[in-house]
């Protein structure tokens, strides 16, 4: 089904936002960003220059909205819009580069850190065709980046042709021209991404690019293509590509950054309980007007706009203010900002009100944070109270806990006896993602040998959902390793595997140490697969001859803290959870000692995002 139409905010909240509500005008610019970030992002192909785009764009529609006479048409505007600053930015970068004629490669080469097809990729976590489109992507010509996206949009049914007729100022016949040409650049794209990618490869065409620095570009795209077209190894691997609108419809828009998206407010997430009482803070007319560059994070509603160089701000902290640990509380001279976070596979939608003199903190602070959860007296308060993001319980259903409102629960098929026709319905039925076989290579877990992971996999697979890698319990960058030797006997029977499950226990009790040897496993693992991680089990435990030492309480949250913060950093890490939610005398590094006691650790992952 067509989801074109679901990033516009609703007229009469248009209206409202015209005759100056300013909450209207904050929902309105909430529910605006994605779409716009989507088309701003793909244009400027992840240039370091997109955050100001988008925020120039908003202002835009802020200062010129009451001029709006149809409401109902306010979607085509604003693309309209956008793509005008699109243009503009493109016109002052190339007066730039006329002028400054030594300095192309500095204004010329979009941020590694941010590229839009890679970003997409990673986050949206294509696979096989999917994937190869979104690469061939950064082979295009410049003019035709623009066009690519209003159109990838319009197959993710976001757009109406109609609207990128207007928005482009062209007729539906020189626009189909435009489209058809445009796609047939990608295809020709998509044959050189796939014979780069073959193994074993045609050495014709390695001497062909034996020249080529590595960097996707329109005058390699053709060279290559040329060879590709005539070659008959490099021909053949071409043959069974699927037609790209059907590879593109019913994506969804890319997730917007942590930066961002940390700032906008969403309808799955609901007011916490005990709202912090604070001044309101200036909305988004105000920072129309007085907004400096950077501070588009700021612009996304009034339940976080913040002005940095105004004195009002609002902070957002556990649920237990006096119990927050010393490294959560902020300074009497910082200037703490309220959190919030969008659905990280759906554009946000405005958040419920909240009263003009409430700030209130999320009942979820971060999609990507997650925890480990068995039942205990009072886990589902706990859960709800701890602003995980979601969560599993090493089974495809969740018995007596109850999910809290904007969590969601992840299944798992946890060893080979799980693989059966009522566990893979119920998997399919609790959600998108799926969670496999875990800790295999330990005899006391799921205990499999990777040629039976192999045999059960395609049952998995036939679930539809999004597959995590069986998560081994050490050795997941190890050559030869389980994990190693699943995933090349995966590739080699052409299963599908969505994304890397990884479990680390750090047995270093020093922060900085133990965060640090995390970081380095889990860029090993990156390294190696070049697929998106879940961390799903993770903390501070030291294993000796069977038995578990853990550290102190304080050293267990200053770890998390840090720990997390890291993984925030790290963009293929899509997820993570703690180890776990319960805390017992065996479970020392849980977070909650009943429904509403929550360990210093418990309130160190309140913090967490």
């Known amino acids: 089904m067509s989801s074109a139409g679901r990033a516009a905010p609703d007229p009469g909240l248009v209206v409202a936002a015209r005759q100056g509500d300013r909450r209207a005008l904050d929902d309105v610019v909430a529910a605006s960003l994605p779409l716009v970030y989507n088309i701003v992002g793909r244009a400027l192909r992840g240039h370091a220059d997109v955050d100001d785009v988008v925020q120039e764009t908003l202002v835009r529609v802020i200062r010129h ?33 006329n002028r400054d004629a030594g300095l192309d490669a500095i204004h010329n080469v979009p941020d590694p850190a941010s590229d839009f097809a890679g970003m997409t990729i990673l986050r949206l976590g294509l696979t096989d065709q999917r994937r190869e489109v979104a690469e061939a992507t950064r082979w295009l010509d410049p003019d035709d980046q623009e066009l690519l996206s209003l ?119 609901p007011p916490a309980a005990a709202p912090a009482v604070v001044p309101h803070p200036p909305g988004v007319a105000e920072l129309a007007v007085h907004a400096p560059r950077g501070l588009i994070p700021y612009l996304a509603g009034g339940v976080v706009a913040a002005v ?117 319905t119920r998997a399919k039925a609790a959600g998108p993602h799926l969670l496999t076989f875990n800790e295999p290579d330990l005899p006391e877990q799921a205990n499999m040998t990777v040629a039976q992971a192999l045999d059960l996999w395609p049952q998995l697979m036939a679930t539809g959902s999004r597959l995590g890698s069986p998560a081994v319990a050490f050795g997941g960058a190890d050559p030869q390793g389980w994990l190693d030797r699943f995933m090349t006997g995966a590739e080699a029977r052409g299963h599908r595997v969505d994304f890397i499950t990884l479990h680390w226990y750090g047995a270093d009790f020093t922060t900085a140490a133990a965060v640090n040897q995390l970081r380095q496993y889990l860029q090993a693992v990156y390294q190696r697969y070049h697929k998106p991680i879940w961390l799903t089990e993770f903390a501070l435990i030291r294993y000796d001859g069977g038995r578990q030492q853990f550290p102190g309480q304080e050293q267990q949250a ?40 929550a360990t210093v650790i418990g309130r160190a992952f309140q913090a967490a995002r």
């Open 65 to 97: 909205l009451p001029a709006l006479n149809d409401p109902a048409a306010y979607r085509s505007w604003l693309v309209a819009i956008t793509i005008r600053q699109v243009r503009d930015w493109d016109q002052r970068r190339r007066v730039a580069l």
């Open 151 to 269: 159109w990838w949009l319009e197959e993710t049914g976001e757009l109406t042709r109609a609207e990128i007729a207007e928005a482009a100022s062209l007729s539906p016949g020189h626009l189909a021209v435009r489209i058809h040409r445009m796609k047939e650049q990608i295809q020709s794209a998509r044959g050189v991404v796939r014979a780069l990618r073959a193994r074993p490869g045609c050495p014709d065409l390695g001497a062909v690019a034996a020249e080529w620095d590595g960097t996707p570009s329109p005058l390699w795209r053709k060279r290559l293509a040329r060879h590709v077209r005539d070659c008959a190894f490099c021909g053949r691997l071409g043959a069974a590509f699927l037609p790209i609108d059907r590879l593109l419809a019913g994506m969804s828009l890319l997730p917007l950054p942590a930066g961002l998206s940390a700032h906008v407010p969403s309808a799955t997430v």
């Open 308 to 424: 940095l160089t105004i004195t009002t701000v609002v902070v957002a902290l556990p649920d237990d203010p006096a119990a927050a640990p010393s490294w959560a509380a902020p300074t009497p001279s910082a200037a703490p900002v309220a959190v919030a976070s969008a659905s990280p596979s759906s554009a946000p939608s405005p958040s419920p009100r909240p009263s003009s003199k409430a700030a209130v903190a999320p009942a979820v602070s971060s999609a990507r944070k997650g925890v480990g959860v068995w039942n205990f007296a009072g886990a589902s308060q706990a859960l709800a109270s701890s602003k995980a993001g979601w969560y599993y319980t090493w089974g495809t259903q969740h018995p007596g806990i109850s999910t809290p409102r904007g969590a969601t629960f992840v299944p798992m098929i946890r060893s080979a006896e799980n693989v059966t026709a009522a566990e893979l």
């Open 558 to 597: 200053a770890f998390l803290t840090a720990a997390t913060g890291m993984l925030g950093q790290l963009s293929y890490v899509q997820r993570y959870a703690w180890f776990g939610l319960p805390a017992t005398d065996k479970d020392r590094s849980g977070l909650f000692s009943d429904g509403t006691r």
